[in-house]
């Protein structure tokens, strides 16, 4: 296997064809939300690639992996489930995660399975940015479901009529566009 080559793709690196490649979060591409806080995607989506047309979008196609950023009552997006299985681990900071109708506190190094079908997300806690690790499978379908949940609009993390269209949940809120966190120099790779 091939070294995959990194090209800058305007907020960081992203891979420019197939193969192995090395980056530190510091380097990769991020993407900022002004809802739902600021995602290194490590990989080159099409959103990311928007100010990059010459670049041909490449993702990984047996899981998705993330590191989002979160600031104090910030969501991480909206309440859902996948069909495919998805894990965390809270590597910096404090959070909670609206899990299945319940509230769970997380602090660093505190890990969070979610099985096939599982609703879910998380929001921001403390007193200063949380960073989550994400990694989901993927499947050959994707589907999503959006439930209406009290919890979840409570902490502005979800939709007011149930739905099954990602389209259709975020509508509301601000695209993602590339950029790099707004809290920088206060994440662990800043020291």
């Not at 980056?23 to 989506?45: K, L, P, Q």
């Amino acid at each position: 296997m091939d070294e995959a080559h990194l090209e800058d793709a305007g907020s960081g690196l992203v891979p420019t064809g197939d193969g192995w490649f090395v980056v530190n979060a510091h380097d990769a591409a991020w993407m900022t939300n002004d809802a739902f806080g600021s995602r290194c995607v490590f990989e080159a989506s099409p959103r990311l690639l928007a100010e990059r047309p010459d670049l041909e979008p490449r993702r990984f196609e047996q899981v998705g992996v993330n590191l989002d950023v979160v600031m104090p009552g910030q969501a991480s997006g909206l309440y859902h489930a996948e069909d495919d299985q998805e894990d965390f681990l809270v590597l910096h900071g404090e959070c909670t995660v609206l899990i299945e109708g319940e509230e769970r506190r997380l602090r660093a190094w505190d890990f969070v399975h979610c099985p096939p079908g599982t609703h879910h997300i998380f929001v921001g806690g403390g007193d200063g940015p949380c960073v989550i690790f994400m990694v989901g499978g993927r499947g050959e379908t994707k589907s999503l479901h959006y439930p209406r949940s009290d919890a979840a609009l409570a902490h502005g993390a979800g939709v007011e009529e149930e739905t099954t269209s990602a389209r259709d949940a975020y509508a509301p809120f601000p695209s993602w566009r590339p950029e790099r966190p707004g809290a920088w120099r206060d994440l662990p790779w800043s020291s």
